[in-house]
């Protein structure tokens, strides 16, 4: 069988952590493993639970949920999904700059949290290609994102990593680039993979937003 999907769940709210631990426990394949009531109990509780996905609030006391991305991610110990409102623009951001792997709205359906949790864990970071979109054009449209992208940072792709950026920039899953380029989805895991390393990018999130500021 399969190795359920281990998930840490970071939220302030006790009702609304409550809410978010029942739909996960109720969903085939997830498991939750411990719960987090603040930013500094997430990252210890990452350290020493080491889960595959951690479901992150970015407004939390004592450590916020933006600091608190940005230990786990550097410190390798989970794959973070940030829940959040679009009126929250700065603090998305900053958990884009984090390494945040994708983000979610506090409303959003019990399927979709079930299913972005379960694409995270899969390692494809952008969920909910609707919010996603909108998200990447705020940013890529705002003051926020800081300096215009210079495009010399593709001289060390492929021609094909350059495609799979393209597509990661529009918002695909793995799946879906597999069928726009017409190949193995292995194989589109591989180019992702080489393609954040040479870019020295934390995320497809990020990778998605540089594409969309190079205008490809």
């Known amino acids: 069988m399969t190795r359920p999907v281990r998930v840490l769940v970071a939220e302030d709210q006790s009702a ?16 939750v493993v411990g719960e987090a009531a603040d930013g500094e109990e ?24 933006v600091a608190a991305t940005r230990q786990v991610v550097a410190e390798g110990l989970a794959d973070v999904l940030v829940l959040t409102t679009f009126d929250l623009d700065e603090y998305v951001f900053g958990a884009l ?10 409303n959003t359906e019990a399927r ?9 864990a899969r390692g494809e970071g952008i969920v909910a290609p609707a919010v996603t979109r909108r998200l990447i054009a705020e940013f890529a449209a705002g003051p926020a994102r800081g300096p215009k ?31 726009r380029l017409e190949m193995a989805e292995a194989t589109v895991k591989t180019h992702v993979s080489r ?14 937003v540089l594409a969309q500021e190079l205008g490809l």
């Open 112 to 120: 979709d949290l079930v299913e972005a949790v379960r694409t995270v």
């Open 149 to 179: 992208a210079d495009p010399a940072v593709l001289d060390g792709l492929t021609r094909r990593e350059r495609e799979v950026l393209s597509c990661l920039g529009e918002g695909l899953s793995n799946a879906g680039i597999a069928e």
């Open 97 to 106: 700059r984090a390494g945040a792997a994708g983000f979610l709205l506090k």
């Open 195 to 208: 393609l954040l390393g040479k870019l020295e990018l934390r995320s497809r999130v990020q990778a998605a």
């Open 16 to 31: 609304v952590r409550a809410g978010l631990v029942l739909i996960l426990r109720s969903a085939p394949g997830i498991e």
């Open 42 to 65: 997430a990252v210890a509780h990452a350290r020493e639970l080491r889960p595959d996905v951690v479901l992150m609030d970015v407004q939390m006391p004592r450590l916020d949920g």
